[in-house]
């Protein structure tokens, strides 16, 4: 199916329209989250790749026309006008990485009328969706304080393109791998795994189901311990590693129960059997909360793996955003309604060393030691430089990260930066409420 369907009726509707009253004129879009979620002190910008390949591929064709009308219970001939529409604008971008706040714009987007508002829907999908689950990942990385993370999310996210963006996600923001065999080959990601219940108890005990995989991966192992019972797991363990030439990077792995007291006793087991080199890695409903836990107990755990929390954003799932017109045809327009203003104009954000970060309108000059977070990365529907690697975009991420105040870095309760407007988005935005305002109250009160 083209992905030109994958949007929203309205979007259909109001575009169809715009060509029939020939409204073709350039209009700027900008996709913005209102304010941040609970327990966020930060976003990090994540899903631009994945939007420029759509704006890139997006044609309506005679299979989209007529879809179209059928649902709309119309002749294909009276949308004819959509037909061979394609994305042919500008995209301005915050670039993948980088950490963003309430109110300001993660991208814009510039094109004639009726382009700009077919690809809405598709915008807003990619940009939320994965800048809340690269946000979510991020705060793991806060939590556990230098040890390695790695993803174990594929089973429990909202489908397979949901698994495969957590885990490019999680290697954004410095997983370690991910348990993702697709993810991890497509993108260059370390692959990790273990085992699961179901191979140990398809054995006569842990020690030979432990030996059985053993045998079959000469390389690094990781034991499951924690099927019966967590300690009498960990002995069979040792007993069995003891008895291999290990390489590098052995390790078991607690599940459930009480990670922290487990994570200690587990310890004193392989230290009493001279395994000091293995390592002790937890899962089991892990996010950035259970991790700071662990990590500030002291517990003995050297490896994360996150899932279900983490791949599906679970306290904080959705983000509130938006892709507003705020200008057409060169003039700024807002919407007023009530705790849904919006500002006009296209606009830039100026990040300052130990300011809030300025949002002011495309074209300022930047402030005394400001540096502009909007790049242009497509022009004529085609982009003007490939994609920056995921190392490129993780080394942005935690320059940007090391920069942000410590109040905003907190795991329980973090204080969000604020942001600050120019005066001149605040001139232009106070003479587009008169404007608008006097055009109405003309319209209610004729002369």
């Keep these: 199916m083209s992905e030109a369907r994958t949007t929203d009726l309205y979007e259909v509707t109001m575009a169809h329209a715009y060509l029939r009253e020939g409204m073709t004129g350039r209009a700027v879009f900008s996709l913005f989250v209102r304010g941040l979620p609970p327990q966020r002190g930060f976003l990090v910008a994540a899903g631009?790749?994945?939007?420029?390949?759509?704006?890139?591929?997006?044609?309506?064709?005679?299979?989209?026309?007529?879809?179209?009308?059928?649902?709309l219970g119309r002749p294909a001939a009276d949308l004819a006008g959509l037909l061979g529409m394609r994305f042919t604008g500008e995209v301005r971008a915050v670039p993948e990485g980088r950490l963003v706040f309430a109110g300001e714009p993660l991208l814009e987007v510039t094109a004639p009328l009726p382009e700009a508002q077919l690809v809405e829907t598709y915008l807003l999908n990619q940009v939320s969706h994965q800048t809340a689950v690269a946000?979510?990942?991020?705060?793991?990385?806060?939590?556990?304080?230098?040890?390695?993370?790695?993803?174990?999310?594929?089973?429990?996210?909202h489908g397979p393109q949901a698994g495969d963006q957590a885990a490019r996600l999680g290697a954004l923001v410095g997983f370690a791998g991910t348990s993702n065999v697709a993810a991890a080959a497509a993108y260059g990601l370390r692959a990790v795994g273990t085992m699961a219940h179901s191979f140990v108890e398809a054995f006569p005990d842990e020690e030979a189901a432990f030996r059985a995989f053993a045998r079959a991966h000469p390389g690094p192992v990781t034991f499951l311990v924690d099927t019966y019972d967590t300690e009498e797991g960990t002995e069979a363990a040792a007993r069995v590693l003891r008895e291999l030439e290990r390489p590098p990077g052995c390790a078991v792995r607690l599940d459930?129960?009480?990670?922290?007291?487990?994570?200690?006793?587990?310890?004193?087991?392989?230290?009493?059997?001279?395994?000091?080199?293995?390592?002790?890695?937890?899962?089991?409903?892990?996010?950035?909360?259970?991790?700071?836990?662990?990590?500030?107990?002291?517990?003995?755990?050297?490896?994360?793996?996150?899932?279900?929390?983490?791949?599906?954003s679970a306290d904080a799932p959705s983000l509130d955003s938006a892709y507003k017109l705020v200008a057409l045809e060169g003039r700024g327009v807002m919407k007023l309604s009530s705790a849904k203003v919006t500002s006009p104009g296209a606009k830039q954000v100026f990040r300052r060393p130990g300011r809030p970060d300025l949002v002011a309108l495309r074209g300022e000059p930047p402030p005394p030691?400001?540096?502009?977070?909007?790049?242009?990365?497509?022009?004529?529907?085609?982009?003007?430089?490939?994609?920056?690697?995921?190392?490129?975009?993780?080394?942005?991420?935690?320059a940007d990260l090391a920069a942000l105040p410590p109040d905003a870095r907190r795991i329980d309760d973090p204080v969000p930066p604020g942001t600050e407007a120019s005066p001149a988005l605040l001139a232009l935005t106070a003479r587009t409420r008169d404007r608008i305002t006097a055009r109405i109250l003309g319209g209610l009160h004729p002369a």
């Design 369 to 398: 030691g400001g540096v502009p977070l909007l790049e242009t990365v497509m022009a004529g529907g085609r982009r003007t430089a490939p994609d920056p690697s995921l190392r490129e975009s993780r080394e942005a991420f935690e």
């Design 48 to 71: 631009l790749p994945g939007v420029l390949d759509f704006l890139e591929r997006m044609r309506v064709d005679e299979e989209d026309v007529a879809a179209f009308a059928a649902l």
């Design 256 to 312: 459930s129960g009480d990670l922290g007291a487990l994570a200690f006793r587990a310890r004193r087991i392989l230290d009493a059997a001279g395994l000091r080199d293995v390592g002790i890695t937890a899962s089991g409903g892990l996010d950035e909360r259970e991790v700071d836990r662990l990590v500030r107990s002291g517990a003995p755990i050297d490896v994360f793996a996150v899932g279900t929390r983490v791949g599906v």
């Design 135 to 157: 946000s979510k990942a991020a705060r793991c990385v806060l939590a556990a304080a230098g040890r390695p993370l790695v993803d174990f999310s594929l089973r429990r996210t």
